[in-house]
């Protein structure tokens, strides 16, 4: 029997892409999942998706950056499941690529609350719940293979998602005594909507019409994304991918092993730079000293 038969995962931006992905996936291994997301009318298509294929479903209309919405998220959790055993922070954001310098405030601000502090609020909201009932269970951060190096003319996702998978490290190792597994998962290009997350963008940072201005004025880098997404990962895949890693105890899940040499190229470069510290006259003292603040 699998190890997730009969507890509970609750998925943000559960409605479509990965995150209805990792739902199906974790419903077939006899999960009973809990959707939430803040487009209404896609979350109950994927309701009675999961419904249809005898998964035990609760669908929650809520907005990530609304830590009470998380909440009330977390009350129908678990009055209508009991406990709740797994968190998939899921949802997030993409923005239209531009400068630093031409670079839309309110872009930064929308990408940062989603992409960040939703996880944050999920996390702060979920796994007191998780501890409560003391059977241990995962928490699942999905990042990018951005949050693995730069990407150009993409700052603020790139920032977010390189906290992400920083708060995952650190997570893991403060999760491990109860038992708790931590996994980022760091996907490259897979079909999804995301280069579309605009049509979700709530008013305070906005909303669709200014973003849509901004689409306009990026029209050809808008062309070449959706090009490469339409060629990305089949998304079904994902899912699957995440039952096999969190099975296998992995803390890292990749679904392009090809962007392995892009990420070892920025290792290389990182510990080349120890290497020119660790032959500095200047830092020579602080060369053998105990390293504090981490675990390995």
């Given at each position: 029997m699998?190890n ?5 995962v ?14 199906q996936?974790?419903g077939?291994q006899?999960m ?9 009318a ?10 249809a294929q ?11 950056t ?25 949802a997030g ?15 930064w601000?929308?990408?940062?609350d ?8 999920g996390?702060?909201t979920m796994?007191?719940?998780?501890k409560q ?28 998602k390189?906290?992400?998978v ?5 997570w ?6 109860h038992?708790?597994?931590v ?6 290009f897979?079909k999804?909507?995301i280069n579309?997350?605009?049509?979700n963008r ?12 901004d689409?306009?004025?990026?029209s050809?880098?808008?062309a070449?994304?959706q ?5 990305g ?19 890292y899940?990749?679904?392009?092993p090809?962007y ?14 120890f290497?020119?510290?660790?032959a500095?006259?200047?830092l020579?003292?602080v060369l ?9």
């Open positions: 699998s997730f038969a009969g507890k509970t609750v998925v943000s931006g559960g409605a479509e892409g990965i995150g209805l992905s990792i739902a996936a974790m077939r006899g009973s999942v809990v959707l939430g997301d803040i487009d209404a896609q979350l109950e298509l994927a309701r009675q998706q999961l419904e005898g998964i035990d479903v609760l669908a929650c209309v809520m907005d990530v609304r830590v009470e919405q998380w909440a009330e998220v977390a009350e129908q959790a678990v009055a209508r499941f009991g406990k709740v055993h797994m968190l998939v922070n899921n954001v993409g923005a239209i690529g531009e400068s630093i310098e031409r670079s839309n405030i309110e872009d601000r929308w990408v940062v989603v992409n960040l502090m939703g996880i944050v609020y996390t702060q796994i007191p719940l998780i009932h003391g059977e241990g269970g995962w928490l699942v951060n999905v990042a990018s293979m951005a949050g693995m190096g730069g990407v150009p003319f993409a700052g603020a996702y790139t920032a977010t390189v906290a992400v920083g708060m995952s490290e650190s893991h190792a403060e999760l491990q005594p038992n708790i597994q996994s980022v998962l760091c996907p490259a897979v999804t909507r579309l997350s605009s049509r709530q008013a305070e940072y906005g909303g669709e019409n200014d973003d849509a201005a689409s306009a004025k990026g050809a880098m808008a070449h994304m090009k490469v997404i339409d060629n990962l089949a998304v079904e895949i994902v899912g699957e991918r995440v039952v096999e890693a969190l099975v296998a105890n992995e803390l899940i990749f679904t392009h090809n392995r040499s892009v990420v070892q190229k920025r290792f290389q470069a990182i510990d080349a730079a290497e020119r510290a660790a500095s006259p200047l020579a003292g053998n000293e105990d390293v504090v603040g981490f675990t390995d």
